[in-house]
């Protein structure tokens, strides 16, 4: 049973649409990072934040925003979504975000833009 | 680019035989973490294992860390069908405060 939920677990999106995709934990976490997973590949670090402060990914600068409202919420907003967006997204926690601290990750939400 | 973004190696072997998966990683670090991303879940940490370490062990897995070669291995002894899944070694970029994926290795247990 996890305790990262990510909501909706499958998004349908038009080319040219936003896509809003929400994320929440329930352990107090300092840290929730977001992640793009495509088939047959590694998740890759699309941004995180580290309490209140945003650390987006050089190559993933402009595609993507995201809020944390309080603690526990993390959303990941694309503002025109585009076939390349197509992909499973995996949202995940931890304290403090130290190389010795584990990341738990929710079930994900698999996007598919039409 | 991040590394990892190339695809997953594929293994398949028999119930009941070992396994040994391989990662090479291209920044220094003293912690190695090793996640398994079964098929509609996220990925979950399996094992970690530290510099001074060498080798650790939980249960059925064993990983080794090599830092002068900079690659780390998971092992399974005894593999189930349960063990189906895809394994990812991960490191922390220190100056960067982020946990970056390597290569993953797609394994399939036969029964």
């Known amino acids: 049973d996890t305790t990262v939920k990510q909501n909706p677990r499958y998004k349908l999106a038009r080319v040219g649409k936003p896509v809003n995709l929400i994320c929440s934990q329930t352990m107090n976490h300092d840290t929730m990072y977001w992640y793009q997973k495509k088939p047959n590949q590694a998740p890759k670090l699309l941004l995180f934040y580290y309490d209140k402060i945003l650390n987006r990914e050089a190559d993933t600068f402009e595609k993507f925003q995201s809020s944390r409202p309080n603690n526990s919420f993390c959303s990941l907003y694309i503002g025109s979504a585009g076939l390349e967006y197509s992909a499973m997204y995996l949202c995940?926690?931890?304290?403090?975000?130290?190389?010795?601290?584990?990341?738990?990750f929710g079930a994900g939400t698999r996007l598919s833009v039409l | 680019s991040q590394w990892g973004e190339e695809n997953l190696q594929a293994l398949s072997i028999q119930e009941g035989e070992d396994v040994t998966m391989n990662c090479s990683y291209k920044t220094y670090t003293t912690v190695v973490q090793w996640y398994r991303q079964k098929s509609g879940k996220g990925p979950a940490q399996l094992i970690l294992i530290r510099s001074n370490e060498r080798e650790k062990r939980s249960g059925r897995l064993r990983a080794t860390l090599d830092t002068s070669s900079q690659s780390s291995s998971l092992s399974i002894t005894g593999t189930l069908a349960t063990d189906t899944a895809v394994y990812f070694c991960?490191?922390?970029?220190?100056?960067?405060?982020?946990?970056?994926f390597g290569q993953g290795t797609k394994l399939s247990i036969k029964p």
């Open positions: 995940a926690s931890s304290r403090a975000g130290g190389s010795q601290n584990t990341l738990y």
């Open positions: 991960a490191t922390f970029f220190y100056n960067q405060g982020k946990l970056i």
